[in-house]
Every structure is written in structure tokens, then in C-alpha cells.
């Protein structure tokens, strides 16, 4: 029993969906954040299962780039998570929809 | 035979920690979590023999972002983090929603990727050919994509300022105005 490149793309997909159904049922901005990097996570894993498949180095450069962006989302939303939970200490993400432009 | 098993521990333990991370409900080990998914994941790319990011997920993502949430959660308190440990939804519907949403993820991509992944076409740009990987990728992402490469420094820049304009303390006459 060998592991083929589908055994990857069922782990990158399930860790997408695990990712994504915790951003949709917490309301802690900062767990939210944790999620966006499962599902971007999983997505890298199936790159790089895709760049072993088809033998492509591409594939790990998208990663690259992904990781570079992730470093810098996380940042920022660390920022404003911190700029609001300042203002008013235990702010979930429901209440974050008063704020209008 | 050690892949497969490779393959088993460390998809299990990437699994674990990402349903660790949505369900626990205090921040702190929702992070310890997520390192244990990021180091599951660093194992696989190195049976994937993506040996270079490997060692970039460990230390860019173990070492510097998980660290980022600590920082966060200690600078805002630890108290004050108990005061958001309550995560999921209230109302049952949305929840259910989420799940039903997720269940149909799983099932669409499992029929998908168990009918036929890829069409089997070989890559041109840099075949993997026993050099070293940290080589190809060197020789890709400063050819090819060196555009790309400058422009991710400038995001890093904009962030970093971005990051320094919102951790700024707001001084007394702004308030007043």
C-alpha cells in the first residue's frame, strides 16, 4: 500500500474544511485568525502534492509566496484584532458590526 | 511502507490538532494546537521531499506567527482572554449550517479527487530531477517569478507599517478632538 498523491489532497481538503467551518462557529477574532492559517495550510499541502505529481517546482513557489503572505495577514489582523480589544475588552466578531464607515 | 506509516501519524496528528484548534475554548491551546497541525505539516513536506519548505514552515510559521498569537494573548491579558474563551455560535441554526456547508465540502471533494486528480501533464517550469531542492527553487523564484519575489518585499514593508500605525498609542489631544 503505497501513499498516493490523493491521500495528500484528502488531508489538504479536510484541513481547508475544518479551517473553514471554525471560522464560520467561533467569535473569538483571534481563534478566527488561527483558522484562516489551517485553511491556507491545507491548501499548501496540496501544492506541494501537485508539485511531486506532476514534477513541477512551481508548486513550492506558489507555497513560498503563500507563507510570505500569511506572515503578513497575520500581522496586520493581529493589529487591528489588538487596536480593537483595547478599546472594549471581550469584543466578539458579532460585535464588530456596528463599526460602519 | 514507512511512508504509508509516516503518511498515518503525521496526518493523524495534523487532524487532531486542527480540530484542537476549533474546539478548544481558551485561545492559549487553540495556539498550541495549531503548532501541533504546523509541525504535522512540516513532516509531510519533507516526505514530499519539499525539503526546503519544511524547515520554512517551521520556523516562520512555529516560530514567528503562533508566537505573534502568544504575544497578543499575554498583551491583552490573560484575564482578560478568559472573557473570550466562549467561541462557538449561540444560535443552533447557523451552527448546523456551518456543518452541513462542511459535510458537502468533504463529499464534493472526495468525489473529485477519487474520480481523477490531474490530467497526468508534466511540468515544464523546472522539472524536479534529483538536484537539490533548495536549488530548483532558488533557480524558479529568481527567473521566474522575480517579480513576484520584489513585490512580496513591499507587502512585507506595508505591513510592518501597518502593524507599527495600529499598535500606536493614540496620544491624549487626538482623543479629545
Excluded at chain 2, 22 to 30: D, E, G, M, Q
Excluded at chain 2, 31 to 43: E, R
Excluded at chain 2, 120 to 135: E, F, H
Aim: with cysteine; glycine share 10%; proline share 2%.
Amino acid at each position: 500500500m503505497t501513499v498516493s498523491t490523493s491521500w495528500y489532497l484528502v488531508l489538504g481538503a479536510l484541513l481547508f474544511i475544518i479551517g473553514g467551518v471554525g471560522l464560520l462557529i467561533r467569535r473569538n477574532p483571534l481563534v478566527m485568525l488561527m483558522c484562516v492559517e489551517l485553511m491556507l495550510n491545507g491548501v499548501n499541502l496540496t501544492f506541494v502534492a501537485f508539485s511531486r505529481e506532476l514534477g513541477d517546482i512551481g508548486g513550492q513557489t506558489v507555497v513560498f509566496f503563500v507563507l510570505v503572505v500569511a506572515a503578513a495577514e497575520v500581522v496586520v489582523g493581529l493589529g487591528l484584532v489588538v487596536a480593537v480589544l483595547r478599546r472594549s475588552p471581550g469584543t466578539t466578531a458579532d460585535d464588530l458590526s456596528v463599526l460602519k464607515g | 511502507m514507512v511512508d504509508t506509516a509516516v503518511f498515518l501519524v503525521a496526518g493523524a496528528i495534523c487532524l487532531v490538532g486542527a480540530l484542537g484548534v476549533i474546539l478548544a475554548r481558551n485561545p492559549v491551546h487553540s495556539a498550541l494546537m495549531l503548532v501541533m497541525t504546523l509541525f504535522g505539516i512540516a513532516v509531510l513536506f519533507v516526505a514530499l521531499e519539499a525539503h526546503f519548505l519544511a524547515a520554512v514552515q517551521v520556523i516562520v510559521y512555529a516560530g514567528a506567527i503562533v508566537v505573534l498569537f502568544w504575544f497578543v494573548v499575554m498583551l491583552l491579558g490573560v484575564d482578560k482572554a478568559t472573557d473570550l474563551e466562549v467561541g462557538a455560535l449561540k444560535p443552533q441554526k447557523w451552527g448546523a449550517l456551518a456543518f452541513i456547508l462542511g459535510g458537502v465540502g468533504v463529499a464534493v471533494v472526495l468525489i473529485a479527487v477519487l474520480a481523477n486528480p490531474t490530467t497526468g501533464a508534466r511540468g515544464v517550469s523546472g522539472a524536479l530531477d534529483g538536484t537539490s531542492n533548495v536549488r530548483l527553487l532558488a533557480r524558479s523564484l529568481f527567473s521566474d517569478y522575480v517579480y513576484a519575489f520584489e513585490l512580496t518585499s513591499l507587502l512585507l514593508v506595508i505591513a510592518v507599517i501597518g502593524a507599527v500605525v495600529l499598535a500606536r498609542k493614540p496620544k491624549v489631544e487626538e482623543l479629545e478632538q
